[in-house]
């Protein structure tokens, strides 16, 4: 006799672990990488079956056993798969702890927007290209910032290839450019001329109230140290003797406390050379420091640049000095009013101008900057201009 053939109400053969329940769905059962018995359902057995009315729309079951039995192949852990985007990246960020301060408060802050919109709680098996890109879609219609939506994204496309390298999913759904969904409208990086630089510290000098900026910005301005190194800076840090400021690490101040920190990147331990006027704004600012207090900070003390109170300033208190002050400029200036100007600018501006010293390479301005990439570098003497090209015209000679 021959063995009777498994069929569905319909008469169709039924394959090795399909079975049909009483209410018409279809059920498969098969052994996972774990070992144990897993199950798929769907209202379909096949494309050409329809949905039974008042019922969503699912995959056919055999589209689903060819997907299992490939991630079988393959040695996908379908388990894995079927945690939360959530998880995936609390998963992510435990095994990766050893993060500054700053990266901490980062990564609460964007589980938080997880947390709150619905691909947070999507099992990353089911994410696809189109729900990261609806994602940030989202994100922008919120409010966020490009650049803001580019560098959580960068974080989201890190977990993915965390669940990849555990053989949870196949592809990484944030794997695409973000200007191809979303328009980048971040305001390109404007380096002051000399011409506005002279006019607000000639400002700076006879004005009472920011002549005690004129210092710090004469110092950022020629040496392009970032505004936590300037503000993290003691006596110790100077080489007189030799002309060099050694950075070895920047001042951060948080929630009413201060700490130091490492360098942005490896690269920020680095010497930078001092001109004549960055070694006078030091030594005038040493002798305003009458009202020091006696503080230490992780073993740091002797800051050169301090608040009223005698302790040390701090990047967020320097950059809203430098907004009432150009805020005042302009009201004076209405006819040629400078720019939006914070300590970044300075910084930007010292590269700028020295990129464009014939004598000195993109190396060693990579040194001086602190730059871990040396792209960022070769960016800087990428830019150009009419009157920089009619100078390089006239020196030609062919």
């Known amino acids: 006799m021959s063995k009777k053939l498994r069929e569905d109400e319909n008469g169709r053969e039924l394959y090795r672990g399909e079975t049909q329940r009483k209410d018409g769905s279809y059920v498969y059962k098969y052994i996972g990488a774990d070992g144990k018995p897993k ?20 995959k056919p079951l055999r589209e689903i056993e060819k997907e299992i039995q490939r991630d079988l192949m393959d040695g996908i852990n379908s388990t894995g798969a079927e945690m939360t985007v959530c998880r995936l990246f609390q998963k992510h960020t435990e095994l990766n702890p050893n993060v500054r301060e ?51 994204k960068r974080f989201l496309k890190a977990i993915f290839y965390t669940a990849m390298e555990d053989d949870f999913i196949r592809k990484n ?32 000098q006879t004005d ?46 948080e929630n009413g406390t201060y700490r130091i920190e490492p360098p942005k990147t490896k690269a ?14 030091i030594k005038d600012e040493m002798q305003n420091r009458k009202n020091a207090q006696p503080v230490k900070i992780d073993g740091h003390s002797d ?18 000095e430098f907004s009432a002050m150009i805020k005042k400029y302009n009201k004076s200036h209405e006819e040629e009013p ?50 920089s090209a009619k100078a390089a015209i006239k020196t030609w000679r062919g």
């Open 39 to 58: 199950y798929e359902s769907s209202w379909r057995l096949t494309k050409a079956d329809k949905i039974p009315k008042g019922k969503r729309k699912v």
């Open 102 to 152: 700053s990266t901490k408060k980062g990564r609460k802050w964007l589980l938080k927007i997880l947390q709150s919109d619905k691909i947070g709680n999507m099992r990353i098996k089911k994410v696809k290209p189109s729900d990261a890109k609806a994602w940030a879609i989202r994100m922008k219609e919120k409010g966020y910032s490009y650049q803001t939506v580019y560098n959580h």
């Open 173 to 204: 759904p944030f794997n695409w450019n973000l200007e191809d969904v979303i328009k980048n409208d971040t305001e390109s990086k404007t380096a002051l001329t000399n011409e506005q630089a002279d006019k607000l510290l000639s400002f700076m």
């Open 208 to 253: 009472k109230t920011y002549r005690k900026l004129y210092n710090a910005f004469m110092l950022l301005l020629n040496t392009g140290l970032r505004i936590s190194e300037l503000c993290g800076m003691g006596i110790k840090d100077i080489d007189f003797e030799n002309g060099y400021i050694h950075v070895s690490h920047q001042l951060i101040f």
């Open 268 to 281: 920020g331990v680095r010497e930078i050379p001092m001109t004549e006027f960055a070694l006078k704004a």
């Open 303 to 320: 800051f050169i640049f301090l608040n009223k109170k005698g302790l040390p300033m701090y990047g967020v208190a320097y950059a809203t």
């Open 338 to 387: 400078l720019p939006k100007i914070s300590p970044h600018t300075l910084r930007h501006t010292y590269c700028t101008n020295m990129a464009k010293n014939r004598d000195l390479s993109a190396a060693d301005l990579q040194i001086i900057m602190g730059h871990e990439n040396i792209t960022t570098t070769l960016g800087y003497y990428a830019h150009g201009s009419a009157k």
